[in-house]
């Protein structure tokens, strides 16, 4: 059954030109503040940040409440609580209270760039979305350090670019409010690939995007962030779920070329992560039909690894491409 704050989130009403950054948190206390200055330090008004706490048993909420009295001049901060709920059903609960123009959901540990949100609502125009740079960032080493920015290009078709390029920092996406009513909330029911299974049905609603060349968000890596085998398995069997999700919900005049051959490429991805990361003949070869019941004409983008998965079966090609790895490293 489908969560009621997925299906009733956001109403129609809004404050023209406002923004709402809402942000779910649970027991970040410090990196939650360092978050909520980096919004304090926006230059956009008005503004508007709803913060929904999932039951922390840290200082969250006290922080909270002193920060509510060091709100710069046309920024409002809104706190509400809730029992142990999870982040999409915040997200969703915050999205009901939000009465903004344009929203955006902050994770509770990154940090926006001065200017980020001025530079997403010119550049937004008369598209439903907009997006701009973020780079990693490796705050528990010493020193911290930071990636080169990460550069999405946009294409025509939004869903085609979130099967190639996978993912866009949530972070560093402006949504307008009208857009956001043409789907239901963030989905509960996903334990992981949460914002990637959101955008893809944004996608689907037909959302018009565009890229802003400025670097708007630092995405907090965390030190223990290696993911178990268990984790791994669960990640690449949601993707498949969320990749079942899209196909069905396309129809006949949605199976463009493009997408088409997206899909394809993202089943041959996962694929390779099921051998790369689990070990998975079964799998392996299983997401490879499911690449080719997609595009018959589907064929692996290299040249070699196309002539020795012929010869050779799939596994065995990834045992190659794990020692040319190494050697080449």
């Not at 209270?97 to 010119?122: I, P, Q, T």
Request: net charge neutral.
């Amino acid at each position: 059954m489908p969560d009621a704050d997925q299906n009733q989130w956001l109403p129609a009403e809004y404050e023209p030109g406002l923004v709402s950054v809402v942000i779910p948190t649970f027991n970040r206390a410090k990196l939650l503040c360092e978050t909520l200055e980096s919004v304090f330090k926006q230059d956009y008004r008005p503004l508007e940040i709803i913060v929904g706490d999932d039951a922390s048993t840290d200082a969250t909420l006290d922080r909270l409440q002193a920060l509510r009295g060091e709100c710069p001049d046309g920024v409002r901060l809104e706190v509400f609580t809730n029992e142990k709920v999870g982040a999409c059903a915040l997200r969703n609960r915050g999205a009901a209270r939000a009465k903004g123009e344009f929203l955006m959901f902050a994770d509770s540990d990154d940090v926006l760039h001065e200017g980020a949100l001025s530079a997403l609502v010119r550049g937004i125009g008369e598209a439903d979305l907009a997006y701009g740079q973020w780079r990693d960032w490796f705050s528990e080493e010493s020193p911290s350090r930071y990636s080169e920015p990460v550069v999405r290009e946009c294409g025509d078709d939004l869903l085609v670019d979130l099967l190639k390029q996978q993912w866009l920092l949530p972070t560093a996406v402006l949504h307008r409010r009208a857009s956001l009513l043409r789907v239901s909330g963030w989905d509960p029911s996903y334990p992981v690939e949460q914002d990637f299974e959101f955008m893809t049905r944004v996608a689907l609603a037909g959302a018009q995007y565009v890229a802003v060349d400025k670097l708007v968000a630092d995405y907090r890596r965390h030190g223990d962030s290696q993911l178990s085998a268990i984790a791994l398995s669960e990640r690449t069997r949601v993707t498949e779920r969320v990749l079942r999700s899209v196909e069905s919900a396309l129809d006949e005049s949605g199976w463009t070329p493009q997408r088409r051959e997206a899909l394809a490429w993202r089943w041959y991805r996962e694929a390779r992560y099921s051998w790369l990361w689990l070990r998975d003949k079964q799998r392996l070869n299983m997401l490879m039909r499911e690449a080719y019941r997609v595009q018959a004409s589907f064929r692996p983008p290299k040249g070699w690894y196309r002539i020795s998965a012929k010869l050779l079966g799939y596994a065995n090609t990834e045992r190659l491409a794990a020692v040319a790895r190494k050697l080449f490293r």
